[in-house]
């Protein structure tokens, strides 16, 4: 189990983490998930032990984690979101080299490293120069090099940012697989439909709080329990001083109202009230509950993929 308590993180003025606190069990996949800026990679970061918070611990089963970093590190595989690779050296050396740094022997790192380039698909690009590597390449790359010493716990940081579906579902087996072996996985995302498919648990964090933890059900049953109504209204129409934010959520670009209803009828109501302010509707959906339902309830902001 990892709890992380009351951490807090400033960098000059801005307040990366304002008092963080989760807990994580073992075998499980948790996700943090939320919008650019909103302290993913600084929780990771301390969590790996790179950065030392200005308030709180990470403790691991019921020890902080900082009181034997080096035992901790022996623990996890760190992904960072940035890409940590030698650009010259082939994928093989590259991983190789982790395994050197973690000082496992010789013939057991090649073993693991030519499992790890099968089970991640790239073994035809093994020996190639990591130069030559498309983007999906290399994040599977950076991937392999936190497993090479078989760690227990998992961190990703946006494992998965600017790749194609069949790379991500790639990961995402992979990681199931490694989840059915026991391992812990931890993992931040921006994108909804990622946290939707993939977390046992999930963190929702903005402006470095967490603002809901649970279940991916359990949050949509909590906190999405009204009807998500999206109106479109022709923009042209819409002048400028009209308060729609009464309503709900008005996206001035995309001329969209999102509205919170308690019940069906309310749907009638709103398109009356709207239409004798002179809005034309272009077009209307009902959105089934989601996890975009639960942020935008939360924060009143769109999380965009
Ligand atoms: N090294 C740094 N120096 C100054 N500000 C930083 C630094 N790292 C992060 N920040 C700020 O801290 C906040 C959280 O950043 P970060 O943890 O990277 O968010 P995320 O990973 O969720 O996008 C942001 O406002 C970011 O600009
Ligand atoms: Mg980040």
């Known amino acids: ?49 790179l950065l030392r918070p200005d308030e709180g611990d990470v403790l691991y089963n019921g020890g902080s984690i900082f009181s034997n970093v080096k035992n901790w590190r022996e623990k996890i595989g760190f992904v960072p979101q940035e890409f940590s690779i030698y650009e010259d050296l082939t994928g093989y050396e590259n991983v190789y080299l982790m395994g050197r740094l973690y000082n496992l022997p010789p ?19 093994m020996k190639e120069k990591v130069s030559r590597y498309s983007g999906g390449m290399k994040r599977r790359l950076n991937l392999m090099m936190s497993l090479v010493h078989d760690p227990e716990i998992l961190l990703l940081d946006e494992p998965t940012a600017g790749i194609d579906v069949q790379t991500k579902q ?40 967490i603002v809901a933890l649970g279940g991916v059900e359990d949050l949509i049953n909590k906190y ?45 109501d709103l398109l009356k009230k709207l239409t004798e302010m002179n809005f034309e509707v272009r077009h209307i959906n009902l959105r089934k509950p989601s996890l975009e339902t639960v942020f935008l309830k939360l924060t009143g902001r769109e999380l965009r993929d």
């Open 1 to 49: 189990m990892i709890e992380v308590y009351g951490l807090k993180k400033s960098y000059g003025e801005v307040k990366a983490l304002d008092g963080i606190n989760l807990k994580i069990e073992r075998g499980k996949i948790f996700g943090l998930l939320g919008p650019n800026g909103a302290g993913k990679t600084t929780t990771f970061s301390i969590i790996a032990t």
């Open 107 to 125: 013939q057991d790192i090649r073993k693991k490293v030519e499992e790890l380039f099968e089970k991640l698909g790239l073994s035809e690009k």
């Open 170 to 209: 790639r990961i995402y087996d992979f990681l199931r697989e490694l989840m059915d072996k026991g391992k812990t996985v931890l993992y931040t995302t921006h994108m909804l439909k990622e946290a939707e498919e993939l977390f046992d648990v999930v963190g929702i964090i903005d402006s470095g709080k």
């Open 224 to 268: 999405a329990d009204e009807l998500h109504v999206e109106v479109e209204l022709y923009r042209e129409k819409v002048e400028d001083g009209y308060e729609l934010e009464k309503f709900g959520v008005y996206e001035k670009e995309s001329g969209i109202l999102k509205v919170y209803l308690k019940s069906q009828s309310e749907i009638t």
